[in-house]
């Protein structure tokens, strides 16, 4: 029985069978066929922390494959040669995925253009000669940018930016350096943002600017890949910019106006995290209300005992209502308002109760939950992770007082 009274029009419902057929048939044999690599720290990543060769290329092919498919670039605009689909086609089709694959077969999470991984609204606002460089490569998912904003002094406050560029002939000459850059060591761009007139950017009113940067130009150094949570590589990076030459084609959007470039990714990205949460959630209280029903302790199943049932209860309770809030939050950005107070409570509260949702089935399945034969403990730490990333829980809070402050009550 549905949960949710016509959660999506038709022609969604029908692209996220659509999806789900292909994570099915493409995507998870490939990535079972390669589990001995994909599932195995010591293989999947090099002694830098890089992955293997082999995995990229398997990452390479599911991008290209969902390319080919037509779901790569879905919510890509038509004016880029995307499928021009709105929020709502966004967070249903990122639900589905991380539903389906869960991060048991975490391939599956690059069959959609991640908005700063991939092509996006972002390019929208790149020159016309960079978009005949990059535009085909990256449509096609052969090649991959990332998006270089945080420094080691700069994370939630970004305007405390230190990366410089300034004017040099016609162009600017680029310093400095980047924390946290997803997918960095791999991309083949980067949108570095970078003071661009300090006064400005001292005022707080603009003076930052947007500048894609080819990752293979002479300066850029990936200084060093970060191991998050244990883990012995990984996606994010610290990154060195060495007096990189950078020339106008390269700005992109307008000069010292860089933050209204990172604004086109906001919603996106919130949207992506929680439905992450959704999906995720979903995938692993099914998982714990199957087994509940098994596994027994003194003479009964544990499903049982409501001390065991009552907190997966509560859980499915908190990601319906996160499910719902996201589905509103979606159709409010596609009816064109700026929905900031809803969206960031929408991000805030699923991936706050979606890590809680995860840590709860962890619990639930005993000491098996904190194995990783159940890939539960990764998706409770993708969680975990998505409550500073995109607006930390903090500042989305921030945000939601700000418009209140400004006499934004309704909800
Ligand atoms: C997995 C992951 C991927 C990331 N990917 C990227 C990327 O691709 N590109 C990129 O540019 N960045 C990326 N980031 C960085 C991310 O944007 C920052 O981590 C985030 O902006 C927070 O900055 P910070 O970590 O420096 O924390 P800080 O800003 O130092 O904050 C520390 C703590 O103080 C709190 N805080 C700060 N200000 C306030 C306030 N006014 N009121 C109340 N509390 C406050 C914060 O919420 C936090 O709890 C990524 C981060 C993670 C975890």
Redesign the pocket.
């Known amino acids: 029985m549905p949960a949710i009274h016509e959660a999506y029009p038709p022609e969604i419902v029908a692209l996220r069978d659509g999806l789900d057929g292909f994570l099915r048939q493409e995507v998870i044999p490939r990535h079972e066929r390669h589990a001995a690599l994909l599932d195995d720290e010591r293989r999947l990543f090099t002694d830098e922390g890089r992955y293997h060769p082999d995995a990229l290329a398997l990452i390479r092919e599911v991008r290209m494959a969902a390319a080919r498919a037509g779901y790569y670039a879905m919510c890509v605009p038509a004016s880029l040669g995307g499928g021009g689909l709105g929020h709502l086609a966004w967070f249903g089709g990122w639900e589905r995925v991380f539903h389906r694959c869960s991060e048991q077969y975490w391939l599956g999470h690059y069959a959609i253009s991640h908005w700063?991984f991939g092509p996006s609204a972002v390019l929208a606002q790149v020159s016309p000669r960079a978009r005949e460089e990059m535009l085909a490569p990256m449509m096609a998912g052969r090649q991959s940018m990332?998006?270089?904003?945080?420094e080691p002094g700069a994370?939630?406050?970004a305007m405390m930016m230190k990366s410089r560029a300034v004017p040099d002939g016609s162009g600017w000459r680029l310093s400095g350096s980047?924390i946290?850059?997803?997918n960095s060591p791999y991309a083949d761009y980067c949108i570095v943002f970078a003071v661009t007139d300090p006064e400005r950017a001292a005022q707080r009113r603009g003076g930052i600017s947007a500048f894609l940067v080819p990752t293979a130009s002479p300066g850029f150094v990936v200084e060093r890949v970060i191991r998050?949570w244990g883990s012995a590589g990984g996606d994010?990076a610290v990154l060195h910019f060495d007096d990189i030459r950078v020339e106008p084609w390269q700005l992109v959007g307008e000069l010292h106006k860089g933050f209204a470039i990172a604004m086109l990714g906001v919603n996106l990205g919130r949207l992506y995290n929680s439905a992450r949460a959704v999906g995720q959630s979903r995938a692993a209280l099914e998982k714990a209300f199957e087994y509940i029903k098994v596994r027994e302790a003194f003479g009964h199943p544990i499903a049982e005992y409501q001390g065991v049932s009552f907190p997966l209860a509560e859980s499915a309770m908190q990601m319906h209502a996160a499910h719902l809030m996201c589905l509103n939050a979606a159709r409010l950005l596609d009816a064109g308002l700026p929905a900031r107070k809803e969206v960031a409570m929408t991000k805030a509260f699923a991936t706050q109760m979606g890590a809680q949702a995860l840590d709860r089935v962890i619990q639930a399945h005993g000491a098996i939950g904190m194995t990783n034969e159940l890939h539960l403990t990764e998706a409770w730490q993708s969680l975990r992770?998505v409550n500073?990333?995109d607006g930390?829980?903090?500042?989305l809070r921030?945000t939601i007082a700000r418009e209140m402050l400004d006499g934004d009550m309704d909800w």
Not at 392 to 395: A, H, M
Request: charged share 25%; aromatic share 8%.
């Open positions: 700063a990332c998006f270089g904003m945080s994370g939630s406050d980047k946290w850059t997803t998050m994010e992770k500073i990333a930390s829980n903090e500042i921030r």
